[in-house]
């Protein structure tokens, strides 16, 4: 029987149909802007987010480093999520390669920033302090259940940061799940950020790659800072097919993860020993915790592993799942039986 996979949606695998658009790939050296796929899969994505250009990279932590040296000098202050992508989960690129000064703000349990937190982090112009030049904000959110921001809430941000001067920077990893759950056009959720990175290897099934979106003048910038990290690749069309197909054909069945992950955590909720807010599931992404005393979140995880279940420890007694392509609801029906036989007999 195979593995039920709930860890992350960096596990989906490509299909039949992928394959062979891969295998078909149009190929040239990117590296002199001359490979077609990769071009062609630029094109899209700038038409996609309502930017000027696109620039293919390898990963979203790249992606979002890119996008980071592009805005700033050494020594800037960037603000940022304390549960954000870019501050937990990045090895601390922004300062140990770019020389940033990361200054975290509280994330609400929704991955919203309050407005007047940003405002009252904003350093004077002084030789004393850096300079404030960057707001990263993150849709979906991957530490806060999965959530979307909203487009009202975008669009106070975007008129904050114009009128207290700093550039904004989404890693909109998963842009598209928010978009869905927002029932709006990815664009119109980008529309006032400088720069956007999204992933192509999540939801959307690509086994590689990310894009980094904005402006003809900040993909140039972008384009050297990819250089910078190594990231140039040569005839990269081959991984860039998978990405077209999945920007043409997997967008609109992101809904079907958001139908599984609701359907999980309602199972979980009828689950004695587990707890979980099941109306703050609106995407891909779900967290509960164990209550019971009598059963660790590791023990949890270990023993629903040894049963074909697979999912995470966030912290403590915390745990994380995720729905992605691949999974059926048989699948999720499987992990909420095997948690119910693990809570009742442990």
Request: hydrophobic share 40%; proline share 3%.
């Amino acid at each position: 029987m195979k593995s039920v996979e709930l860890r992350s949606d960096t596990f989906t695998m490509p299909g039949e149909a992928m394959r062979e658009s891969i295998a078909r790939a149009e190929v040239g050296d990117d590296v002199f802007g001359e490979d077609p796929s990769v071009n062609r899969l630029q094109e899209i994505a700038a038409e996609r987010m309502g930017k000027e250009e696109t620039l293919f990279v390898p990963s979203g932590a790249m992606a979002n480093l890119v996008c980071l040296l592009s805005h700033c000098e050494r020594g800037d202050e960037i603000y940022l999520g304390d549960r954000s992508h870019i501050f937990v989960y990045e090895g601390g690129s922004s300062a140990g390669v770019g020389g940033l000064h990361p200054r975290p703000l509280r994330n609400n349990e929704d991955g919203t920033l309050n407005l007047e937190e940003i405002e009252g982090a904003v350093r004077p112009d002084n030789i004393h302090f850096p300079r404030s030049r960057l707001l990263c904000l993150e849709n979906t959110h991957n530490g806060c259940w999965g959530s979307p921001l909203s487009l009202e809430y975008m669009e106070s941000v975007w008129a904050l940061a114009g009128r207290i001067g700093l550039s904004i920077h989404l890693d909109g990893a998963r842009i598209f799940n928010a978009a869905l759950a927002e029932r709006v056009e990815p664009k119109e959720l980008t529309r006032g950020c400088h720069s956007v990175s999204f992933c192509l290897s999540k939801g959307l099934g690509a086994p590689v790659g990310s894009l980094v979106c904005g402006s003809r003048e900040f993909i140039q910038r972008a384009r050297r800072m990819r250089k910078l990290l190594g990231g140039g690749m040569r005839q990269a069309g081959i991984i860039a097919a998978g990405g077209i197909y999945a920007l043409e054909n997997m967008v609109e069945r992101l809904v079907e993860d958001h139908d599984m992950a609701r359907r999980l955590a309602e199972g979980i909720d009828g689950i004695e020993g587990l707890e979980i807010q099941v109306e703050r599931v609106r995407t891909n992404i779900l967290f509960f915790e164990i209550v019971a005393e009598h059963l660790t979140a590791a023990q949890l995880v270990e023993r629903a592993a040894g049963k074909g279940v697979r999912f995470l420890v966030d912290q403590g007694r915390r745990m994380r799942m995720v729905t992605h392509h691949g999974l059926m609801m048989e699948d999720i029906d499987r992990a909420v039986q095997v948690l119910q036989g693990l809570m009742a007999t442990s």
